[in-house]
């Protein structure tokens, strides 16, 4: 029997913003193992805005966990101003993998930012595609809505949450 290759993207500021606004916090050796069992992701990708001195525990702590830290690339200049915003960066991480070694069964994706839109419909198309895991309800763009409920789920369900919220 064939081992399912599943691969995860986070949108770590979307992740972070969605769930501190709803007062928690995701523990992510949970969420790691979490998406292991779940959906066999074995490769975990986590897209950061920039890299920052005092953030030096959390990269540590998700390299620990499991997951490939991978950071915005911005001009030296505006560091520390830009905000982190990695949606490009996602959608041509999962292309180049689509397109140059198609090595992956599907794709999960955690964000609620409807600028993944087009390339969740794609995959869909192409039958890569698994989920979209929004950080909250609130934080799901209203073009989700459209998917079937088989592609989306929310963090904050009472039943994920459980498993991964940092106590």
Do not use: C
């Not at 064939?2 to 969420?31: P, R, S, Y």
């Amino acid at each position: 029997m064939k081992k399912i290759n599943n691969i995860a993207f986070i949108d770590g500021q979307n992740l972070h913003l969605g769930t501190t606004q709803n007062k928690w916090k995701v523990n992510h050796n949970k969420l790691r193992k979490y998406l292991n069992d779940k959906y066999h992701v074995n490769e975990a990708y986590y897209f950061l805005g920039y890299v920052s001195e005092e953030e030096q525990d959390l990269y540590n702590n998700l390299q620990k966990a499991g997951f490939i830290v991978v950071f915005k690339e911005h001009s030296s200049a505006l560091k520390g101003k830009k905000k982190g915003n990695v949606d490009t960066d996602i959608v041509f991480e999962i292309l180049k993998r689509y397109i140059d070694n198609n090595d992956f069964d599907k794709i999960i994706l955690i964000s609620g930012d409807g600028d993944y839109k087009k390339i969740v419909d794609y995959l869909i198309k192409k039958d890569k595609f698994e989920k979209i895991l929004f950080p909250n309800n609130g934080f799901a763009s209203t073009l989700y809505k459209q998917l079937g409920s088989e592609f989306f789920d929310s963090l904050e369900n009472p039943n994920i949450k459980s498993k991964i919220e940092f106590k």
